[in-house]
């Protein structure tokens, strides 16, 4: 099984900065890696797929990057609705299609 | 509008047997395969499985494997989650969503509202 490490758990960042997030695999997902966001009683919501290809109607400030086994998820300038809960997610080999442990996006 | 609706919260007894549903609308339901993810406090997201609900072809995650069982009913465009004897370590949220968007996108893109599950 494919171990997906999300760093850091929680992050504190300002409205308006941006705000980097890694996931990590164990072994080589190519770029069948994405992102999800969830906010707290909502369902997760796709944002990035491919690794870097962002989800339809998803903000120009969300990208992801990487290829293999590390992946960043960048916010450029965060608005008050992205404190949220950021997942990352593999898809290269199953079962399963491991998720990362979440990292939790705060307002400083 | 594609959507997923997820069957109502449950309160079972460890012991009991349980079905829940996940029904698809506005888009081709056995196009896609559904999978069923489970988050829990303490576990976060845990992918459990996909099925695919134009032939009922199923996947399962092996710490799920032989623990419940899915199954789809395409006439309806609903797929099912059930057990057969729930434990209390059952409890938890559970959310289908729609997978396999290409032959090797297995991320999800389209999420049900989740189902609520307690068992005490």
């Known amino acids: 099984e494919i171990v997906m490490t999300q760093s850091p758990a929680s992050l504190s960042v300002s409205p308006g900065d941006r705000a980097t997030l890694s996931c990590r695999a164990s072994?080589?997902?190519?770029?069948?890696l994405a992102w999800y966001q969830q906010k707290p009683g909502q369902a997760p919501r796709l944002l990035i797929y491919d690794a870097s290809a962002r989800a339809t109607g998803i903000p120009a400030r969300f990208s992801g990057s990487g290829s293999g086994t590390d992946f960043t998820l960048t916010i450029s300038s965060l608005q008050s609705e992205d404190f949220a809960v950021y997942y990352c997610?593999?898809?290269?080999?199953?079962?399963?299609?491991?998720f990362g442990q979440g990292t939790k996006l705060e307002i400083k | 509008e594609a959507q997923l609706v997820q069957s109502g919260a449950e309160v079972k007894k460890p012991g009991e047997s349980l079905k829940i549903s996940c029904k698809g609308s506005?888009?081709?339901?056995?196009?896609?395969?559904i999978a069923w993810v489970r988050q829990t406090p303490g576990k976060g997201l845990e992918w459990m499985g996909i099925i695919y609900p134009g032939d009922s072809d199923t996947r399962y995650s092996p710490t799920f494997q032989g623990q419940v069982t899915f199954s789809a009913d395409k006439s309806i465009s609903t797929a099912y989650l059930q057990w057969s004897s729930l434990k209390a370590s059952d409890t938890a949220l559970y959310y289908c969503a729609r997978s396999g968007i290409t032959a090797s996108g297995y991320y999800m893109d389209l999420w049900g509202k989740g189902t609520k599950v307690i068992v005490s």
């Open positions: 506005g888009y081709s339901f056995t196009r896609y395969w």
């Open positions: 997610q593999q898809y290269n080999n199953w079962p399963p299609y491991s």
């Open positions: 072994q080589s997902v190519n770029t069948n």
